[in-house]
């Protein structure tokens, strides 16, 4: 008999068994009214769950950075300027992204730890009075280094400074985790993807886009044709894709935002947040630091944990996946070898998180790191025990 331990990487993530079941499913013809039963739920459940009331909600079968790809080649024009910060791995991928496809990027360099600068980005759009910049791009919650940051502030450097650009926002690994709120923070376009909060397999690149975006769309002048929105709002109005859609996981993708619905969203969030809490306390019980600059960044989904200089921080990894069967996060790009990565999100308990917590200690000792057996688990135990889940209302 093989045993499956739960997974400890930031995505993909745990599938529920109810998950797992509603994406096997029979074929069933796509261009039937039985398809409609499915694509509109899971729309509307995507829109809820990004807390908007008018957001266009676009599935296609890829990731998401099929999604960051729409939301570009959908509303812009080749050597048109968007803003980005550089502060992780995802970010630049994103800037990467950006340039290839011929786009002027304006990158605020900013140290891998530390959120994106709004302050930075208000001095910059107020400087921009001609309006040369048509989007501002930020990484809600940058995975490789665990640094969430605050879209409200660039949503508010974008009022003050009384510019038009667009806000995207990737929340990849935010969007069913942490507090997204597209309608209140004026969110142009958010990319997520199938495999994170959604706790599905990865294959579905999510976009919601405002009326604004939307409008773009008509002038934006990159070149598209799997990820034009117009073709799959054509293909919507019935009950239909301009291609062959991924049908199980679309399935998959409507009972999980009827389980995020159910749970509440705002209980969500507190129980990724009590998680979160109790790594923390077991990552400050060890003596280590995150790589996150301070307390108002930490990510509620994923931690990066320094290691002691001179040690390599991968070796982490490949002992627990090698020795206790256990997956955890490397480092990425800047940070490789100096942390690894506690994924904490998705269908995840306090009582699982423990395990990974402790295999974290026992790899650690293992390695010759002067950590104490039961230290962090105890510190998180701590936490857990005070902290017990409590039922929140929906704000
Ligand atoms: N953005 C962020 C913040 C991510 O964490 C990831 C993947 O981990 C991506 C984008 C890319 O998404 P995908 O791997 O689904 O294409």
């Known amino acids: 008999m093989s045993f499956q331990n739960p997974v400890f990487i930031p995505g993909p993530t745990n599938i529920p068994e109810n998950l797992r079941k509603a994406c096997d499913m029979p074929t069933i013809d796509h261009r039937s ?62 800037i990467d992204m950006c340039q290839r496809h011929g786009l002027n990027v304006n990158v605020v360099e900013t140290p891998w730890g530390q959120g994106v ?5 208000a001095e910059i759009l107020a400087a921009d009075t001609g309006h040369q910049i048509k989007a501002v791009l930020a990484t809600h919650n940058e995975t490789a280094t665990g640094v969430r940051s605050n879209i409200a502030a660039v949503r508010q450097a974008l009022d003050d400074a009384g510019h038009p650009a667009m806000l995207f926002v990737d929340g990849v690994s935010s969007i069913g985790s942490m507090e997204f709120r597209f ?12 495999q994170k909060g959604f706790m599905l397999p990865a294959g579905l690149g999510i976009v919601g886009f405002s009326a604004k975006a939307m409008e773009a769309t008509k002038s934006a002048k990159l070149p598209r044709t799997f990820f034009d929105v117009h073709d799959m709002a054509k293909g919507y109005a019935n009950s239909a894709y301009p291609y062959t859609p991924a049908v199980g996981l679309l399935n998959g993708l409507n009972t999980a935002c009827g389980m995020l619905l159910d749970e509440g969203l705002a209980n969500v ?9 109790g790594v923390r306390a077991a990552v400050g019980a060890w003596g280590l630091d995150l790589c996150a600059a301070s307390p108002d960044l930490y990510s509620d989904t994923v931690s990066a944990i320094r290691t002691p200089e001179g040690f390599n921080a991968t070796s982490i990894v490949t002992h627990a996946a090698e020795v206790y069967g256990v997956a955890f996060g490397v480092g990425l790009g800047e940070v490789a070898g100096k942390v690894f990565r506690i994924g904490h999100l998705g269908s995840l308990t306090d009582v699982m998180m423990l395990s990974g ?27 857990y025990r005070a902290n017990r889940a409590e039922r929140q209302q929906d704000a």
């Open 117 to 121: 600068p709004a302050d930075r980005y």
């Open 33 to 94: 009214p039985l398809f409609g039963q499915i694509l509109h739920p899971a729309r509307a459940g995507v829109q809820k769950v990004l807390k908007s009331t008018s957001a266009e909600v676009f599935i296609f079968p890829s990731t998401g950075t099929g999604g960051w790809e729409t939301a570009l080649t959908n509303t812009l024009s080749a050597g048109d300027t968007v803003l980005a910060a550089r502060n992780g791995m995802f970010s630049q991928r994103w």
């Open 357 to 383: 917590i402790a295999t974290a200690e026992m790899c650690m000792a293992d390695l010759g790191l002067d950590i104490t057996l039961g230290s962090g688990v105890a510190a998180a135990q701590d936490y």
């Open 183 to 194: 309608d209140d923070w004026g969110v142009d376009v958010a990319v997520t993807g199938s």
């Open 269 to 277: 969030f507190a129980r990724h947040h009590r998680i979160a809490e």
